[in-house]
């Protein structure tokens, strides 16, 4: 596959903006600078991948159909350069030890077995692409992200947020990005940026659901609930479902995640509300997967799966209803619960 450069300067951070501008105004002075920090590290990582596309960048050798393969490094509170030291991988012998290099290892592991298993995907890019991650990224380091290339971990603050290599969803969701990527390659920014964000979200909770064996009816559906620090009393970063994932937090403030295009957020903070607007997709998921029950990832996953290379860069929530109406209605049948479902979802948030 030709090497894309607008795939691989492409960065996703898990906490979104609004998170951490509420927390650099909180009273405690370690959780404010541990978020100050953060958006400094956030900032300058965005910095250099702008650096990076100014440089000739080389054509990509295409990549064989190979097993799984993963890399974890060590960035041992540093920053750069990217990835650090080599501490884990298929060829690596070295027992892992509980905390973030196995964490990492682990759920890495575990969605690439998902999109293995459930979908037939040999990887982000379908060819066996070997899945890299840094962990102990910068100090109190509250965020993960993909940029492009490979995963970042930050260990959090301890108090606010713990290690985000403990959250599956939270891995799943990132490296769904990368899959993102190498398919409709959606552009961050608005509807569309909103929507590359609800596909790492759907694939996210849709990997630790499939992990557990757990039907849409038992599930949480909420996004890094597993990332939650002690010192505050919030449920999750995001939920799918109708109801706020924290209202009136002291430190987080309320969620600004609409569930319906009437509350449709048109401010250009969050690169245009890719985070906050994912909620209104977020919510059709949800109504689609809970109407027809069962596993999520064996009835509706099967049709967003397909809609990934269905969709291109510009596609806008009206482009992802009906064309995942049309893809339920092919592999359903027009008539089916599954078509039904998936256009009652869509139209129950308003779309």
Known sequence: MPHDPSRR??????????????????????????????????????ARRATLATLPIMAAIPSVDRPKERRIYD?????????????????????LQPGAVREAFENLGLTYDFYKTVFGRNSLDDEGQTLI????????YNNAFWNGEQMVFGDGDGEIFT???????????????????????????????????????????????????????????????EIIGPKTKIKAIRTFKGEKAFENDPLFG?????????????????????????GIPNHAFFRAAVALGGKAWETVGPVWYEALAALDRKSDFKDAARTTGEIAGRLYGPKS???????????????
Request: with cysteine; charged share 20%; proline share 5%.
């Open 9 to 46: 300067l492409s960065r996703h951070f898990f906490i979104p903006p609004y998170i951490l501008d509420a927390l650099t105004r909180a009273a405690d002075e370690a959780i404010r600078w541990a978020a100050i920090e953060s958006v400094i590290a956030s900032a300058a990582m965005r």
């Open 75 to 95: 960035m041992k509170n540093g920053t750069v350069p990217l990835p650090g030291k080599l501490v884990a991988g298929e060829g690596v012998k070295k027992p």
């Open 133 to 140: 991650a840094s962990v102990h990224y910068g100090k109190s």
């Open 163 to 225: 290690r985000f290599t403990r959250s599956l969803d939270v891995v799943g969701h990132e490296l769904s990005h990368g899959v993102v990527s190498q398919t409709c390659n959606l552009e961050y920014f608005g509807q569309p940026g909103a929507l590359n964000e609800h596909l790492a979200d759907v694939f996210g909770v849709l990997t630790e659901q499939w992990s557990i064996g757990q039907a849409a009816a038992e599930a949480s559906w909420l996004v890094g609930a």
């Open 254 to 278: 309320t969620d600004p995640q609409p569930k319906r295009m009437k509350d449709f957020y048109n401010g250009a903070d969050d690169d245009g509300g890719v985070h906050i607007n994912s």
């Open 337 to 351: 619960r599954e078509a039904a479902a998936v256009k009652a979802g869509w139209k129950g948030v308003g779309l």
